[in-house]
């Protein structure tokens, strides 16, 4: 996985609330078997009109925004289905960092699995980086640290150390739970003596 | 100490837990199916890993393909590939695997619990938010990502945090017409499509223990709109006499064993919930979604609501931009909502009872001129008991059209969809912008509504056609 260190871009403001997988990639965009390719179909439906064509109002659309990392939207984003597509589309759009007030657990989990870093946020700080986003100002963010500076001020955010030391060294989940091979052995043979109904065999 | 029913499967499966909290959960049961998994596959095959227990793995092709006749196979290219992409990843992998033309293919959750192989006390898992249905049997069910869905498939365990413990009390008797679908959209309605975030949800209440294992998995199957990943119910009786018998169940002496330990499956009386909520039973009636969120809800002899009446700036302007996708004007009544399709189907309301519930209301009646109405069985398997009851021949003669199993308009992936501004009364479970169709809107309602509204023509009060 990549790793995620220091960020620093101007942000988009999505200012909208409960912004679910359906926006963020439609499901005829589903029918893939790759991971990569779906930036450009990331918010479809409120990028592109009936015949195709650019939507040029919708942020993601205009400069710079169209080059932003950050993305800054309204509370519980990421709701609805579990498709992973949807971080995979933002991460091919270039999107590495989201800031919201909360999040829908599931795309919480897939974020980090992409090297995503989900940010909460209270909503009035939100609202104060949201003039950053407004005024095409950089703000940088600072994983070890936690924290997100933008002009002379600082905010702290708070995140999962496990989740942190994966991002900031980029380990693959898979491995580090196979280094965990002999507890999982010893749960199966326990398993096969309590239930044995369970293993099927 | 008590502890909560939640507790009791989370302590039973950990494999390891670290200090800073983060667990590994061993995984009982993984339903995969062709839209979430193929990545994942993928994933195994480049670092040269296995399916580690094929035999805890169930897949089914349900998402793409067609409700039509089948003997053509699938028109559209990328979903026929993804359905031989499963086929061959399934073979590849030693995984047992119910594809397009096996009877007993369906939509995920509702072929698991068909087949037994949900079962209380269990972890389930699969690449889909949808995944709380199994819930309704006492399991810990939850929807995952690819990536997860990968790690699963490799080492059979799951990295996971402790959620926090949220009971939902429902006491009392519902009115006549008023269904377990009624229940959950209420539910969502009340605590909102974030209330349950981070939360595990646990049902319980004399209500629900008088619900059939169908209506459970009705509640349980819509948790996660209402935010959290899993929503569980004690397994008791009814549960265990579905389960008997069932092709994938424990047999002889596993099932006594079994059926043992699955009585001792249920919340402490002191344990102790970091939220708690009651409603009555009795005072719910039938109810709509008028929105673009599940948390949208009215009763079918409510109104519109109206942004003047919202003070805060972000929720009346997302309702405002709701009234103009869905094309509702403020204050109208919702019987005045006429509708131009008709859904039935879905892992929400796709089971036997559901489409009993419709057919009973349609039963000598015609569907009104201008609706295309459709009932999408979940399974071949509920396509099959409909038939041998005669329900097709109901659907039929009233003007439905009566289709091949699978996910189908719920969320469009294959042919059947809503097209711009078309409007329908869907038994489904999310009424998000286009999840029916580009510039499609839904309208969430219960089996029994959606008949009501077909043969009304417009959004109307079940009870109506209550004999």
Redesign the interface.
């Given at each position: 996985m990549r790793k995620f260190n220091t960020l620093k871009s101007i942000p988009a403001y999505l200012?909208?609330?409960?912004i679910?997988t359906?926006?963020i990639i439609?499901?005829?965009f589903?029918?893939?078997?790759?991971?990569t390719g779906l930036g450009k179909n990331l918010f479809f439906?409120m990028r592109y009109d009936?015949d195709g064509k650019l939507i040029d109002d919708f942020v993601l659309n205009k400069s710079p925004y169209n080059s932003s990392k950050i993305l800054i939207a309204?509370?519980?984003f990421g709701?609805?289905?579990?498709?992973?597509h949807a971080?995979w589309a933002l991460l091919d759009f270039g999107i590495t960092c989201v800031i919201s007030s909360?999040?829908?657990?599931?795309f919480y989990?897939?974020c980090f699995?992409?090297g995503i870093l989900p940010i909460i946020l209270e909503e009035e700080k939100i609202k104060e980086l949201s003039e950053y986003a407004k005024r095409k100002e950089e703000i940088s963010i600072d994983l070890k640290d936690e924290k997100i500076i933008y002009g002379n001020n600082e905010v702290y955010f708070k995140i999962?150390?496990?989740k942190k030391k994966c991002l900031l060294e980029g380990l693959d989940?898979?491995a580090l739970?196979?280094k965990?091979s002999s507890?999982?052995e010893n749960?199966?043979k326990n398993?096969k003596e309590k239930?044995?109904?369970?293993?099927?065999? | 100490m008590s502890t909560t029913l939640y507790d009791k499967i989370w302590n039973d499966h950990l494999?390891?837990q670290?200090e800073?909290g983060?667990a590994?959960l061993?995984v009982?049961r993984h339903l995969v199916h062709e839209?979430?998994s193929?990545?994942a596959f993928?994933g195994l095959r480049n670092?040269n890993?296995k399916v580690r227990?094929p035999?805890?793995t169930l897949a089914v092709a349900d998402?793409?393909v067609p409700t039509t006749d089948r003997t053509k196979g699938i028109a559209?290219l990328?979903?026929k590939?993804?359905v031989e992409?499963l086929e061959a990843n399934c073979k590849e992998f030693g995984v047992q695997l119910f594809s397009m033309n096996d009877k007993r293919q369906g939509i995920v959750h509702v072929t698991g619990p068909e087949q037994g192989f949900t079962?209380p006390g269990?972890v389930i898992v699969c690449?889909?938010?949808h995944?709380a249905t199994h819930g309704a049997f006492g399991s810990l069910a939850?929807?995952?990502?690819?990536?997860?869905v990968?790690?699963v498939l490799?080492?059979?365990?799951l990295?996971q945090?402790k959620?926090k413990n949220f009971r939902i009390n429902v006491n009392g008797k519902l009115p006549l017409g008023v269904t377990s679908k009624d229940v959950i959209l209420q539910i969502i309605g009340k605590i909102g499509?974030?209330g349950g975030?981070?939360c595990v949800l646990e049902y319980s209440g004399d209500l629900i223990k008088s619900l059939s294992v169908e209506q459970r998995m009705t509640i349980c199957n819509m948790t996660i709109e209402g935010?959290?990943?899993a929503g569980l119910i004690a397994p008791d009786e009814k549960i265990f006499h579905y389960l008997k018998d069932r092709p994938?169940s424990?047999k002889g002496e596993?099932?006594d064993?079994?059926v043992d330990?699955w009585h001792t499956l249920k919340t402490d009386t002191n344990a102790s919930f970091d939220k708690e909520m009651s409603l009555r039973a009795d005072e719910i009636v039938p109810m709509i979604t008028w929105g673009t969120?599940p948390q949208d809800v009215i009763t079918i002899d409510g109104n519109i609501p109206n942004p003047k009446n919202e003070k805060d700036e972000?929720k009346k302007n997302?309702l405002e931009?709701a009234l103009e996708y869905m094309g509702l004007k403020p204050d109208m009544a919702a019987k005045d909502i006429k509708i131009d399709k008709v859904f039935i189907g879905s892992c929400t309301n796709g089971r036997i009872e559901d489409l009993r519930e419709a057919a009973q209301i349609l039963k000598d009646k015609k569907i009104a001129s201008h609706v295309h109405a459709m009932v999408v069985p979940g399974s071949g398997l509920v396509k099959e008991q409909a038939e041998q009851e005669g329900l097709d021949k109901i659907f039929l003669s009233s003007g439905f059209e009566w289709r091949e199993p699978g996910c189908s308009m719920c969320?469009?992936?294959n042919a059947d969809k809503l097209k711009?501004e078309e409007r329908c009364a869907s038994t489904s479970n999310?009424n998000?912008?286009?999840?029916q169709g580009?510039g499609g809107r839904t309208h969430l309602v219960s089996p029994g509504m959606a008949a009501a509204a077909a043969i009304s023509g417009n959004l109307d009060d079940v009870r109506k056609y209550q004999n």
């Open positions: 200012p909208i609330v409960n679910d359906d926006m439609p499901k005829q589903l029918k893939t078997i790759k991971r439906e009936d309204g509370n519980n709701c609805g289905s579990s498709r992973e971080p909360s999040y829908a657990d599931i989990n897939n699995k992409n999962d150390p496990f989940d898979i739970s196979l965990k507890k999982i749960f199966e398993l239930k044995p109904w369970i293993l099927n065999d | 494999v390891d670290q800073d983060t590994l061993f009982d839209v979430t193929p990545q993928e670092s890993r227990h035999n805890l998402h793409n559209d990328d979903s590939i993804q992409t079962q269990t690449g889909d938010s995944t939850f929807g995952i990502g690819t990536s997860e990968e790690h490799a080492t059979q365990t990295v945090k959620a499509t974030a975030t981070g935010g959290a990943r994938m424990p596993k099932w064993k079994a330990y969120s972000d997302s931009r969320l469009a992936m711009p999310r998000f912008e286009g999840r580009r």
